[in-house]
């Protein structure tokens, strides 16, 4: 053994930008942060938890503190499938599995489509931690031009007739970082255009109870069953430590999957599968939900008044209708990798949106992704204050 030796997976996943930053706001805790994209942690439910933790022993006993079955906890899965009706998804037990978060579900289908040098297709922008995981598996992540509303369905076509593609990664609803939602004329483009050309799509649907307004449009997978994965978790509405993922793919692929979820964790915890089960299932469940969507709505309302009001001119944003970030496009010289670190002395943060981009040679210094809900409310607006100084003095 070498000491020191790395695999080529570790270094695809060196420490970044998005690694650097959160180490030195670890050190600043004074900082308004808009970077971290994450739950807020007053609205973590401590004590429901703490409540549906006695549920589960008393209903369950020391069942649910034992290793479980693979796919997951029974009464889990029956409330998943309910959840995933109201989405539009209909599947059966073999298409269904409780994976450890979101990301362990991505991971674990890397595990079982990638090898060195696929291709992986994604947005542009897309979710960063994701790229790196493609990378560590050996993938070539290929950009595909996308619009206000998602991927381009014709960039698309062209990308999957060039290359041998093993999947397609898209956010659909409420995108990582830009917020978009794609439309439903839009989902059904998409799926068309991956049912013909034989490919699989890769559907990260973590953000879809967050929404503020409009009417949710169904599920990606529902267009392509047979030609996609869905993915989504309750670390957004219920709490990340839970760990809790739900997926849905075609059985062939699951098999695999659920071969090698075994010789990486075993099966998620039954017990916090049981924990999330009793709050999919509970009254006290559908009260915080509505609480959380109540507080980051207002959140968002605050966020966008203030950058109305604080940002110079030549900056452009769309509000949202749910999720956690907001996408700023600033004039073309705006450069917002050469502000983050004045910013940060002057005590705001934020992700500059060149950490979104798999190809780091293109031209994203002007953007930035501003995430909200971390954010304590009433720092929203003396943040985005200290933001639009730094800017005024770099334009």
């Known amino acids: 053994m070498v000491l020191g030796k790395h695999s080529r997976g570790a270094a695809a996943v060196a420490s970044g930008p998005i690694d650097d930053i959160f180490a030195a706001l670890a050190q600043r805790p004074e900082v308004v942060s808009f970077a971290v994209g994450a739950p807020d942690p007053a609205l973590l439910p401590g004590e429901l938890v703490s409540a549906l933790s006695k549920d589960v022993i008393d209903k369950y006993g020391s069942a649910v503190l034992q290793y479980g079955m693979t796919r997951g906890f029974a009464p889990l899965l029956d409330q998943a499938r309910n959840l995933l009706s109201h989405r539009h998804i209909r599947c059966s037990l ?61 960039a698309l076509d062209e990308a999957l007739a060039r290359y041998d593609v093993a999947f397609v990664y898209l956010l659909p609803t409420f995108q990582n970082p830009t917020g978009r939602t794609m439309s439903t004329e839009r989902r059904i483009q998409i799926a068309d255009v991956v049912v013909r050309r034989g490919a699989l799509v890769v559907e990260d649907d973590v953000y879809t109870d967050l929404r503020y307004r409009g009417v949710s449009p169904p599920a990606l997978y529902s267009f392509a069953p047979d030609n996609s994965v869905y993915i989504t978790s309750l670390s957004k509405t219920l709490a990340p430590a839970i760990r809790v993922g739900i997926t849905v793919m075609p059985p062939e692929l699951l098999n695999n999957v659920l071969a090698l979820k075994q010789g990486i964790d075993m099966q998620t915890s039954t017990y916090c599968q049981a924990i999330a089960a009793e709050f999919l299932g509970s ?90 809900a971390n954010v304590p409310q009433d720092d929203i607006d003396r943040g985005v204050e200290l933001l ?8």
């Open 283 to 372: 009254a006290a469940g559908t009260t915080h939900l509505t609480h959380v969507v109540g507080a980051y709505s207002a959140k968002l309302d605050t966020l966008v008044d203030a950058v109305e009001r604080h940002l110079p001119k030549g900056f452009r944003w769309v509000k949202p209708e749910g999720g956690m970030f907001l996408w700023i496009e600033g004039p073309r010289d705006f450069d917002a990798d050469a502000l983050l670190n004045k910013a940060l002395r002057h005590g705001v943060a934020f992700l500059p949106g060149s950490v979104f981009f798999a190809d780091s040679e293109g031209d994203h210094h002007n953007t930035m992704r501003l995430s909200f």
């Open 94 to 154: 073999d298409r269904m599995h409780i994976s450890t978060g979101g990301s362990g579900a991505l991971h674990n289908v890397c595990l079982a489509l990638l090898d060195p040098h696929d291709v992986v297709l994604v947005e542009t922008p897309t979710y960063g931690p994701a790229v790196k995981v493609f990378r560590s598996h050996g993938a070539t992540v290929v950009e595909v031009a996308s619009d206000d509303s998602g991927i381009v369905p014709e």
């Open 388 to 395: 639009a100084t730094v800017c005024k003095d770099a334009a």
